[in-house]
């Protein structure tokens, strides 16, 4: 197939990339700056000046959108939210107008999207069904989001959003920065401890997008989290139990609001999310449980 990838530098991008040629399909990535060509992998200009992504492509049977400013980088100043928010609404609008464009349309539009759309709690548990909008920054942004992506439908287009949860990653993700007061014998309990991390390991990421491409049932909103998310306590306890470090030092509320401002609710609140839709279709997730999940990830040379 042609698949068309939007923000396929970023983290998930760049390991999708690294598996679809190998199962013979042929990408297409946008980028802002001019790139050569590199073996099955096209590299198109777009979001610039001059630029006609659409005349390069001339059609496409996949369209998956990643592009968006990292919500992990820096403080959430007004003016960071605002790049957020805006990067992602321009991001979709660019790509419904490239599709338009298109004669031959294609079959499915992959839009990343963030189990921030639901409420914080505690009690609650979230699947696709879930109406409720988290009436916050990241509720209110995944929303929108959704809402522009689904304009897609109007080509009839089978348009997917993929709820991502809180991805681990060896190179990226949250990993890294939730593991390093281990490395350090400072770990231990974030906030109250009873918030839930709905987590997924980045290879079921990239096989839950490959999933969705091939299976035609998918449509709408699909959880992409492991089917055993843990409260912060037991999740801080795994990972000092994998590093063979102490879960002692417990960090107040107050300390990390000071350190990270609004951002800090991605760590001192959550959600139970359970991936229902990726469960009935019978897809099989190949790290379920957190431990082997954190054993891959931090003793894998794979």
């Known amino acids: 197939m042609k698949i068309i990838i939007a923000g396929g530098s970023g983290f998930i991008g760049k390991?999708?990339?690294?598996?679809?040629?190998?199962?013979?399909?042929?990408?297409?990535?946008?980028?802002?700056?001019?790139?050569?060509t590199d073996g099955p992998i096209k590299f198109v200009q777009w979001l610039s000046e001059g630029s006609y992504p659409e005349k390069e492509i001339g059609g496409a049977d996949v369209v998956i959108n990643l592009a968006g400013v990292s919500i992990n980088d820096g403080r959430w100043t007004e003016k960071h939210q605002t790049q957020i928010y805006e990067s992602r609404m321009k991001a979709t609008d660019e790509l419904v107008r490239i599709v338009k464009a298109f004669s031959k349309k294609p079959s499915v539009f992959i839009n990343a999207s963030a189990i921030g759309i639901y409420p914080a709690s505690n009690q609650m548990v979230y699947t696709e069904q879930s109406l409720e909008v988290a009436d916050d920054f990241l509720g209110r942004t995944v929303h929108d989001w959704e809402r522009?992506?689904?304009?897609?439908?109007?080509?009839?287009?089978?348009?997917?959003?993929?709820?991502?949860?809180?991805?681990?990653?060896?190179?990226?993700?949250?990993?890294?920065?939730?593991?390093?007061?281990?490395?350090?014998?400072?770990?231990?309990?974030?906030?109250?401890?009873?918030?839930?991390?709905?987590?997924v390991h980045i290879t079921d990421v990239v096989r839950a997008i490959i999933f969705a491409i091939e299976n035609s049932r998918l449509f709408g909103p699909v959880n992409v989290t492991a089917p055993n998310p843990k409260r912060m306590k037991e999740f801080g306890k795994t990972i000092g139990a994998v590093l063979h470090r102490p879960h002692w030092f417990p960090v107040p509320v107050f300390l990390m609001k000071a350190a990270l401002g609004k951002k800090s609710s991605l760590v001192l609140e959550g959600q139970q999310v359970i991936p229902k839709v990726l469960l009935d279709e019978g897809f099989e997730f190949k790290f379920p449980v957190l431990e082997p999940a954190l054993n891959d990830l931090f003793y894998s040379f794979s």
């Open 15 to 36: 390991k999708l990339t690294e598996l679809l040629p190998k199962n013979g399909h042929e990408i297409i990535i946008l980028t802002r700056k001019e790139k050569e």
């Open 148 to 199: 522009k992506s689904s304009e897609m439908r109007e080509f009839g287009i089978r348009t997917v959003f993929m709820r991502f949860g809180v991805i681990m990653g060896k190179e990226g993700g949250a990993l890294p920065l939730m593991a390093l007061p281990y490395k350090l014998f400072l770990g231990g309990t974030v906030g109250s401890g009873e918030q839930w991390v709905s987590w």
